[in-house]
């Protein structure tokens, strides 16, 4: 069917907010392939909020990880009768699986590795692809981006610019004097992946060096990650604590306006990077970086272990890609 006779489309991208982030970009494609044609997203109640101000989709769904069986029920009821022309399957998992096998025997057009889809993912190399990458290889099979870069670091970062235009700008600093710039940490991440999590007491470290040289620090994370803030300031004492208070849109315009950001592989980092701050990004053996780094003006820093990553290797590459914006500037 050409992109231009697909009437009605679903995109799914269920989790995790660094993955959401980095489909942004795919998203973007599928709508301008499909200018005309009524878009909505299956995901999760995380990212209802960050999707519906999101300028591709007409309707966003939240119940994409049904629990029971009258969930999943009322879930195949659902898409069977929204009578989808096509499929963009953007979280390519075991579950998304299961929802193209439960609209058997006759599924929508299907963009994706479901077993059977009409339009399947068939590069061999798919797994070894950057995100951005496989998912833009993913389009093209699917033919609505036939000339999509696919080698490796050449496909487009997210644009995040509709975040901004949606929020208004805060500075996260307050009082009658000129703020000062401000580097943006982000220190912790999954509560069960403490590999991937840089010592807090190297970020208490690194705040006091970057607050010497004339920058607020910012620390933004979940509420169970209040203790980690409190840690830097006990180095920073002025260091400002926005764990719990940030929403994904505010964390975007925060990104935008910072001087800089540093944290471990985790949602919020990528939600910086892409809002345009230059990123320190740290990774540990945990994780693979040529899979699924963020991209824009990053640096990434990678150890066996991040406890062996050493204070001063990232404080001097934060303050190269804080000198390389100024004199961009």
């Keep these: 069917m050409s992109p231009r006779k697909v009437e009605k489309i679903l995109v799914i991208k269920l989790s995790a907010l660094g993955d959401f982030v980095l489909a942004l970009a795919a998203m973007k494609k599928i709508r301008e392939a499909h200018r005309k044609a009524h878009i909505t997203l299956l995901t999760t109640p995380p990212f209802e909020a960050l999707a519906k101000s999101c300028p591709y989709f007409n309707r966003v769904e939240t119940d994409g990880r049904p629990e029971n069986f009258g969930q999943w029920m009322a879930l195949r009821k659902r898409i069977r009768q929204a009578g989808y022309d096509r499929v963009y399957d953007l979280q390519t998992s075991a579950h998304s699986g299961r929802i193209f096998q439960a609209l058997r025997p006759k599924p929508p057009a299907w963009s994706g590795i479901a077993f059977g889809c009409a339009l399947p993912h068939q590069n061999p190399l798919r797994n070894s692809m950057h995100t951005l990458e496989r998912q833009a290889d993913q389009l093209m099979y699917a033919g609505i981006w036939p000339d999509a870069p696919t080698e490796p670091g050449t496909a487009p970062p997210p644009d995040l ?105 985790t949602g919020p980092l990528h939600l910086a990077a892409a809002a345009g701050a230059p990123t320190v990004v740290l990774f540990s053996s945990a994780s693979d970086p040529a899979l699924s780094a963020p991209r824009g003006q990053v640096a990434v820093l990678r150890a066996e272990r991040l406890s062996d990553l050493a204070v001063a290797t990232v404080a001097q590459r934060a303050q190269s890609l804080i000198g390389a914006r100024a004199g961009a500037a």
């Design 161 to 265: 610019s509709w975040v901004w235009k949606n929020l208004p700008a805060e500075r996260p600093v307050a009082g009658g004097v000129k703020p000062r710039p401000y580097v943006m940490f982000v220190p912790g991440g999954s509560a069960h992946r403490p590999e991937k999590r840089w010592p807090v007491e190297k970020y208490g470290e690194l705040a006091r060096i970057l607050y010497s040289k004339g920058f607020d620090i910012v620390i933004i994370g979940g509420p169970q990650e209040t203790p980690l803030a409190h840690a830097i300031q006990r180095e920073v004492p002025r260091a400002r604590d926005l764990t719990g208070r940030t929403d994904f849109g505010r964390i975007a315009v925060l990104g935008a306006k910072a001087a800089l950001a540093v944290g471990n592989d």
